[in-house]
């Protein structure tokens, strides 16, 4: 969505509201939209007042969940169901709508569709940011560098960007940090863990690892443990050394041990849960005929 909060027309988010809520709840929150007014500021030159009759208020702590009420709404009166008479299936997160469907032509149908009904509700999609994907196998491959939410879909890719993102993060501390003697080594490794090991293992829960994957993040964390301990070649220093020293474990264990819990909550989690109906469609490959060969290791 272009500029979405500010494109909010609030009559119907009144209507939203009321249908939600109730008119005395709805009626106490749209007090907080009278009589709202703008300046513009050019240097050290404020314009004089003007009224703001739409939008909701950027940085205000109710806004994200009157938006995301109000984008519901309107995309509840978009139809659901192709001319074949195939259901959509649609992902929304705050102002980011996903369209699924087994149909390219279907799909384009229903995007202009959303455009035209999005419009009446005073929102727009920006053409720039949509993106068009196809997933299948032995197809094309461009869907596997596409960032939703803030990560690649497909695990190595996103595992190769978030170690780019890493370095990064990382040199943005070492002169810092890791090149001082005189700071304290656990100071170092909790600063390490804080602003760098985060940065990593972003969404690491979701990810389809492999062994190789595994090995390669283990070496990656092995080589800047040694960094920050400041050891290079030809000095020697067993991996078991280098984690009993930092009193660390294996990237590999943290981030299999993440996705075990986040498992788990699934596992708990109410059946009619957005998360359990994704976990019980990926577990139900009865209709999914598995590919000739030997499956990758885990």
């Not at 009993?244 to 009619?272: D, M, Y």
């Amino acid at each position: 969505m272009s500029r979405a909060f500010d494109t909010v027309y609030r009559d119907k988010l009144l209507e939203v509201l009321q249908e939600a809520l109730g008119s005395d709840k709805a009626n106490a929150i749209m007090l907080l939209f009278e009589n709202t007014q703008a300046k513009v500021k050019i240097n050290r030159t404020l314009s004089h007042p003007f009224d703001v009759g739409s939008g909701v208020f950027q940085g205000d702590g109710l806004s994200p969940t009157l938006f995301t009420a109000y984008l519901e709404a309107a995309l509840r009166h978009i139809p659901q169901v192709s001319k074949s008479g195939v259901p959509f299936d649609d992902l929304e997160y705050a102002d980011d709508v996903s369209f699924i469907h087994r149909s390219p032509r279907a799909l384009k149908d229903k995007v202009q569709q959303a455009k035209e009904h999005l419009g009446e509700w005073g929102l727009q999609v920006n053409d720039a940011k949509t993106q068009w994907l196809e997933v299948r196998r032995r197809g094309p491959s461009e869907w596997k560098e596409c960032i939703y939410l803030g990560s690649c879909i497909d695990t190595e890719m996103d595992i190769k960007r978030r170690c780019r993102q890493e370095d990064a993060a990382l040199h943005t501390i070492r002169a810092v940090v890791f090149r001082r003697s005189h700071v304290p080594t656990g100071l170092k490794l909790k600063l390490f863990k804080t602003l760098v090991i985060s940065v990593l293992l972003y969404k690491s829960k979701l990810w389809t690892t492999r062994k190789a994957l595994l090995d390669r993040l283990d070496r990656w964390y092995r080589k800047h443990l040694r960094q920050l301990l400041a050891i290079y070649y030809p000095n020697v220093f067993s991996n078991e050394d280098l984690y009993t020293r930092t009193g660390q474990e294996p990237i590999s264990q943290t981030v299999q041990r993440r996705g075990l819990k986040w498992f788990g909550h699934c596992v708990r989690a109410a059946p009619n849960s957005p998360a359990a109906q994704a976990l019980t469609l990926a577990l139900d490959m009865s209709d999914v005929k598995r590919p000739r060969g030997r499956p990758p290791l885990r």
